[in-house]
């Protein structure tokens, strides 16, 4: 199976690292991520200056565009092999409830569903510090969801959203399928001034918690679940979802063992 992993965090992130390890050991991956940092980006694309890709390693490339970029020149890259699954990750920090819609990580898998390719966002969930090593535990999910087939029953316009626990794969509780939720957050804006004394502003807002709803993908990982979220680009019927529900019930049995 042909994967192309792209993500927000840049190249470099040990995110999308410790992703295309575990993954190649048993995919055709190719890695195409921006050059440098572009989280909270949403869905931009270069359309006003031209893409530049570095092949960094062997099926590794930087590119100086923003995630939605990476993921067309995937498509342009890899266009006599195109890829099975495209997956954005693993994003340092939640992807859950509305930040979806600021997201980049998100939005280069949602290229990816315009573009017909079944497609995976992941993201490692933590308060303030992160162990690096925890990573491993995401691309894991991410290893075991592809192993069950997930993306063949992704529907079309569809996109997965995965938010995984801070904690080693043995404590993982399971998997739950979620919907989306919504955060809190402060509505802070600091003003300042400049040295040369004019105003400027930080958005400061800090988070201050979730709103109550069992089924939701914040409640799933505050419960120590994985949260398989999907996320639908057309209006989409519960029925349309019965084989993720069949996966997820597979991958629980697999995390019982």
């Given at each position: 199976?042909?994967?192309?992993?792209?993500?927000?965090?840049?190249?470099?992130?040990?995110?999308?690292r410790?992703?295309?390890?575990?993954l190649?050991?048993?995919?055709?991956?190719?890695?195409?991520?921006?050059l440098?940092e572009?989280?909270?980006?949403?869905?931009?694309?270069?359309?006003?200056?031209p893409?530049?890709?570095?092949?960094l390693?062997?099926?590794?490339?930087?590119?100086s565009g923003?995630?939605?970029d990476c993921?067309?020149?995937?498509?342009?890259?890899?266009?006599l092999?195109?890829?099975?699954?495209v997956i954005?990750?693993?994003?340092?920090?939640?992807?859950?409830?509305?930040?979806l819609?600021?997201?980049?990580?998100?939005?280069?898998?949602?290229?990816?569903a315009?573009?017909?390719v079944?497609?995976?966002a992941?993201?490692?969930?933590?308060?303030?510090?992160v162990?690096?090593?925890?990573?491993?535990?995401?691309?894991?999910v991410?290893?075991?969801?592809?192993?069950?087939?997930?993306?063949?029953?992704?529907?079309?316009?569809?996109?997965?959203?995965?938010?995984v626990?801070?904690?080693?794969?043995?404590?993982?509780?399971?998997?739950?399928?979620?919907?989306?939720?919504?955060?809190?957050?402060?509505e802070?804006?600091?003003?300042?001034?400049?040295?040369r004394?004019?105003d400027?502003?930080?958005?400061?807002?800090?988070?201050?918690?979730?709103a109550?709803?069992?089924?939701s993908?914040?409640?799933?990982v505050?419960?120590?679940?994985?949260?398989?979220?999907?996320h639908?680009?057309?209006?989409?019927t519960?029925?349309e979802?019965?084989?993720?529900?069949?996966?997820i019930?597979?991958?629980?049995?697999?995390i019982?063992?």
């Amino acid at each position: 199976m042909k994967l192309l992993l792209a993500n927000d965090d840049g190249v470099h992130a040990p995110g999308i690292r410790a992703l295309h390890l575990e993954l190649k050991k048993k995919f055709n991956v190719t890695v195409i991520a921006p050059l440098e940092e572009r989280s909270t980006t949403g869905h931009s694309l270069s359309l006003d200056k031209p893409l530049r890709l570095e092949k960094l390693e062997p099926d590794v490339y930087g590119c100086s565009g923003f995630p939605g970029d990476c993921v067309l020149m995937g498509l342009h890259v890899m266009k006599l092999h195109r890829p099975d699954v495209v997956i954005s990750g693993i994003n340092r920090g939640a992807n859950l409830g509305q930040d979806l819609y600021y997201s980049g990580t998100i939005a280069a898998a949602r290229e990816a569903a315009f573009h017909k390719v079944p497609a995976i966002a992941v993201s490692l969930v933590f308060n303030s510090v992160v162990d690096e090593h925890l990573y491993q535990t995401a691309a894991q999910v991410v290893r075991m969801c592809l192993e069950e087939n997930i993306h063949q029953h992704i529907p079309p316009l569809t996109l997965i959203n995965i938010n995984v626990p801070n904690v080693k794969i043995s404590a993982i509780k399971g998997f739950k399928l979620t919907e989306i939720g919504f955060r809190r957050y402060s509505e802070e804006i600091h003003a300042r001034i400049d040295v040369r004394q004019k105003d400027y502003f930080w958005i400061a807002g800090l988070y201050e918690g979730f709103a109550e709803n069992p089924d939701s993908d914040c409640q799933a990982v505050h419960d120590g679940y994985v949260s398989i979220t999907p996320h639908a680009l057309v209006d989409k019927t519960s029925k349309e979802y019965s084989g993720l529900v069949a996966v997820i019930e597979r991958l629980n049995a697999t995390i019982a063992n």
